[in-house]
């Protein structure tokens, strides 16, 4: 007879399909699927009654998450993007996590903490969730703007922060407890871990650069997608282990190094579209584990201190940020962005305030705050995205004397574009030959430079939020041109487009034939699958 005590099976069928189901009842709600998986944690807990998954275990399918997250994230982020925002990522990212460790060592004395548990704490309330920022970044496609840039980038630095952190800690506990730590000790303690960041990050920009790109195009001439797809993982993954093991670097980051790397192949595209299905499936997984560790008793409990924390969390720190933004002169929507994007936390905060716990310098109820605090941030996150999407285009102008980045056109039988890549680009082309108006609505930085170039209108957003597409004046265009090859976007596009006008003229590609038959039935006029487009042509040839 099979034995069937499988805790790791059980955790991934019970963690998916609850996140399903909760996942697809707060989309129904208009909600953003994240407080499902959230609130699917919560049902499979130690808190609540019946099953219980296994934490350990769901907490290392996350960390998977994680590591597929950064290192799609590295595949479209180059050194180069790194080092430009560096001159504000830097002193940001170290700023803000000054003003928010002292307001956490605020709200610890006010709970009759000693300063270590504050200055512990603090730091747990000063690092933003990499999979949450990342996963809002991208749902706006604003990950390859100015904005997106210097959010990864200050991300990245809080990270190295939190690492230098997790060395230092310890090192205080010792302290604490009566043993005397020279220190010469800790500052060589410090030393010795920068110096294996900086080993790491030299070796993949010396070794890496060569190695990894190398080991693309071999697995890819080999004709099989099967061995390409798993060295795309194994890549992943083995670095940011690798990373973890010999250099103490989180698994983050060494799987955005990793991404980075790869990203300078002529394959980094196709690395990315391998990469995705597993990254988003461990990503709900990542939320699942957060909603696990919540015991939901500690708003009962201690209402006030979970409301303090929040603030810290939503409203001082993002102020913080959005402070130090303006200061470097940059315009407040991307201050506003910074500032929404910082205004959580997450992985590094679950293991500082663990790692507090385990050496005696905080009190257990630390993690429940900071646990509330993850929990709320993460479910408000959205919302306030959407509040910062709410003062932008309503803007009549920046402080700073930019203006507003949406500005309705005038335009009126044009055509709209959705997106600006190989066929967006191809066609705004022609109509510029032609002589013909158009309107493009893109979030990319290169492909919007190159359609003001042919001589477009630009629109600066997702296309599939309303407010863009009247911007871009949808109802009183004579045809949009959906090219994005994303097909549920292209869906949402298509969907209010048509709903917006009856008579307006709909093409769209796809990549198969169900994509199609969805477009369709979403109202387009005309659906090109590419592969039936080229399928034709040759047979075109073959009967001549």
Do not use: C
Request: proline residues 4%; glycine residues 10%; charged residues 15%.
């Amino acid at each position: 007879m099979l034995d069937h005590q499988t805790p790791l099976i059980a955790t991934i069928a019970a963690g998916l399909a609850l996140a399903f189901v909760l996942g697809a009842v707060a989309h129904r709600l208009r909600i953003q699927p994240i407080v499902g998986y959230l609130l699917a944690g919560v049902a499979v807990g130690p808190f609540t009654p019946g099953f219980t998954a296994d934490l350990a275990l769901a907490s290392e399918l996350a960390e998977i998450g994680v590591i597929l997250l950064m290192f799609g994230v590295g595949l479209h982020f180059s050194l180069k993007d790194l080092m430009s925002v560096a001159h504000i990522a830097v002193p940001g990212a170290i700023g803000q996590i000054a003003v928010a460790t002292a307001m956490g060592v605020g709200l610890a004395r006010l709970l009759g903490w000693p300063l270590a548990a504050g200055l512990v704490f603090g730091l747990a309330l000063s690092v933003a969730s990499t999979v949450v920022l990342i996963r809002a970044l991208q749902d706006r496609h604003i990950l390859d703007t100015d904005r997106g840039r210097i959010a990864v980038g200050w991300l990245i630095v809080e990270d190295l922060a939190m690492v230098l952190a997790l060395v230092l800690v310890p090192a205080a506990a010792t302290m604490m407890a009566g043993d005397d730590v020279p220190l010469t000790r800790m500052l060589f303690a410090l030393l010795v871990t920068l110096a294996k960041v900086g080993i790491f990050v030299t070796l993949m920009l010396l070794v890496g650069r060569r190695v990894i790109p190398w080991i693309m195009h071999y697995t890819a001439q080999s004709g099989s997608r099967e061995l390409f797809r798993l060295s795309v993982y194994a890549i992943a993954i083995g670095v940011a282990f690798g990373a973890a093991k010999m250099f103490d670097v989180s698994f983050a980051l060494g799987a955005f190094f990793a991404g980075m790397v790869m990203g300078e192949s002529e394959l980094s595209q196709q690395a990315t579209e391998e990469a995705m299905p597993l990254r988003d499936a461990f990503a709900v997984l990542f939320f699942v584990s957060v909603g696990m560790l919540l015991n939901p008793m500690v708003f009962v409990q201690s209402p006030l201190a979970v409301l303090a924390t929040v603030a810290i969390i939503m409203v001082g720190k993002s102020a913080a940020a959005y402070l130090i933004v303006r200061a470097f002169g940059y315009p407040s929507a991307t201050a506003l962005t910074i500032s929404a994007s910082l205004a959580q936390i997450g992985e590094f905060s679950f293991i500082l305030i663990g790692l507090g716990i385990s050496l005696a310098l905080v009190p257990a109820e630390a993690r429940d705050l900071v646990l509330a605090g993850a929990i709320i941030s993460i479910v408000l996150n959205p919302l306030l995205f959407a509040l910062v999407d709410r003062l932008r285009p309503a803007r009549q102008a920046d402080v700073s004397g930019q203006p507003p980045e949406v500005v309705p056109t005038g335009l009126t039988g044009h055509s709209v574009l959705i997106g600006y890549g190989r066929v967006g680009s191809y066609i705004g082309a022609e109509l510029a030959r032609t002589g013909k108006a158009f309107v493009v609505i893109e979030t990319r930085e290169p492909a919007i430079a190159q359609a003001r170039r042919d001589g477009a209108e630009v629109i600066v957003g997702n296309a599939a939020a309303p407010d863009i597409l009247v911007a871009a004046n949808v109802a009183g265009a004579q045809r949009v041109v959906v090219t994005i090859p994303e097909a549920f976007e292209a869906g949402q596009v298509v969907e209010q487009a048509r709903a917006g006008s009856r008579s307006l003229e709909i093409l769209a590609r796809a990549h198969s034939d169900a994509t199609v038959a969805h477009l369709d039935t979403l109202g387009a006029n005309l659906v090109v699958s590419g592969e039936r487009e080229i399928a034709e042509r040759m047979l075109e040839r073959m009967r001549g």
